[in-house]
């Protein structure tokens, strides 16, 4: 049976943030939850998203749309620990791209979890995907991209 197998470019992660993981986030095997980690995730993405000054939706509608999400999971993280998130971006094309994510654990260099989020840009108000906007795009220049 085929395994996810994820691995990013070193050079291509702009941004880092602690998240700890919190007692409401330990599933019945005493360890950080699936559920959790995807909660942990997207706040790592919107708090990048937030520091390159992305807004979730422009005024005309227009914002970023998840398109799917893939994990693997390396080590258990366990109440109160600290974990950092490391995300970068990757593989643009003309509607949006991937944000990765490196999540270890400082206290024992662990690498905890590896995830890549698909997303596109998206307008709200009419309901369509859109080309990925200018000044996004140049906010990365360092960004590899597909067709």
């Known amino acids: 049976m085929a395994r996810l197998h994820l691995d990013f470019p070193e050079d291509q992660y702009y941004y880092t943030t602690p998240l700890t993981v919190r007692v409401t986030d330990i599933n019945a095997g005493n360890h950080l939850g699936n559920d959790s980690m995807i909660s942990m995730i ?12 992305v807004p979730e939706t ?27 998130f490391e995300v970068g971006v990757m593989d ?3 509607y949006g791209g991937d944000i990765t994510f490196r999540v270890t654990r400082p206290r024992d260099k662990v690498l905890v979890a590896m ?3 698909g997303f596109v840009f998206f307008n709200y108000k009419t309901s369509q995907v859109v080309a990925m906007p200018e ?12 067709d």
């Open 135 to 146: 000044e996004f795009r140049n906010k990365f220049s360092r960004v590899n991209w597909i």
């Open 92 to 94: 643009f094309n003309k």
């Open 42 to 53: 997207s706040e790592a993405r919107a708090r990048f998203l937030f520091e390159f000054g």
């Open 58 to 84: 422009e005024r005309d509608g227009t914002g970023i749309i998840v398109t799917d999400l893939a994990t693997t999971y390396r080590a258990e993280a366990h109440a109160r620990d600290q974990l950092l």
């Open 115 to 117: 995830a890549k989020s």
